[in-house]
């Protein structure tokens, strides 16, 4: 995945997060009995209050919607556990992100090393 590295991409590190039992949350979308996507919201084993967001999908799988739903889906995770934004960070580069995060309400600003940050402010938490 070009763009999407929070870390090692293998069959052990699947396995670690399959296992994992922390605060963070990690996500598939599968269908077509393969991996479609993959999701995360992590900082809140450190602490943070806003969690940082990140979300990949298989090449052949993109233009579907399937970035957007598993968006809307970890939005709504973090809205239930109490946070009142999400954080994300997206490569200068990557402008079809960019388009998808601003289309969902993201406001983005330059970083450094060609990077972007973006932030979304979740409303209210859902009961």
Not at 42 to 51: I, L
Not at 97 to 107: C, F, K, V, W
């Amino acid at each position: 995945m070009e763009f999407f590295h929070p870390h090692t991409l293998c069959a052990a590190a699947a396995q670690e997060r399959a296992d994992y039992q922390g605060k963070d949350f990690y996500a598939v979308l599968v269908g077509d009995h393969r991996v479609l996507g993959y999701g995360l919201l992590r900082g809140w084993d450190e602490g943070y209050e806003v969690p940082s967001l990140g979300v990949a999908i298989d090449e052949g799988y993109r233009g579907l919607g399937l970035g957007r739903l598993m968006m809307e889906y970890l939005h709504a995770v973090a809205r239930l556990r109490g946070a009142p934004r999400v954080r994300l960070r997206v490569r200068e580069t990557n402008r079809q992100a960019q388009e998808l995060y601003r289309s969902m309400g993201y406001t983005l600003s330059s970083d450094s090393d060609g990077y972007m940050i973006g932030y979304l402010t979740l409303g209210r938490k859902l009961n």
